[in-house]
């Protein structure tokens, strides 16, 4: 993955930011709408697209395209730092390959502590008991 090639195609709109912000929000655009065309794209390899495909088959439309918005700042070049920080690490999860878990088994000495450990549990239990009186 060469995510300098990726970033140069993604895709980037500026809209309207909104929620509170005075008469500054009605006129200038600070929200950074990414979209990033999976099937298209030169950077990735087949099988990767195939794993972001898979993986994040959640986050496409149709279109296989993958869109992301940010409007935390009030800056517009904090807010696409912001969205293209996002879609990396979005990206690197989707081609983690998790390691393969191998089946264990517990050794003797842990398996030997345990019923030293229980068998100890159980004796001080039987000793809070009433004596017998007969």
Request: hydrophobic share 35%; with cysteine; aromatic share 2%.
């Amino acid at each position: 993955m060469d995510t300098t090639k990726i970033i140069q195609e993604l895709q980037f709109k500026a809209v309207r930011s909104s929620g509170a912000g005075g008469q500054h929000v009605n006129k200038v655009s600070t929200k950074i709408e990414l979209s990033f065309e999976v099937s298209k794209s030169n950077a990735l390899s087949e099988r990767e697209k195939d794993r972001i495909l898979l993986k994040l088959s959640h986050r496409l439309t149709k279109e296989n395209v993958i869109h992301l918005q940010c409007d935390e700042s009030r800056s517009q070049h904090k807010n696409k730092a912001l969205a293209i920080k996002r879609f990396l690490e979005l990206i690197a999860n989707a081609l983690k390959v998790a390691k393969k878990r191998r089946a264990t088994k517990p050794s003797r000495s842990s398996i030997e502590k345990r019923l030293k450990s229980k068998k100890k549990a159980a004796q001080k239990k039987v000793n809070r008991a009433k004596p017998d009186m007969e």
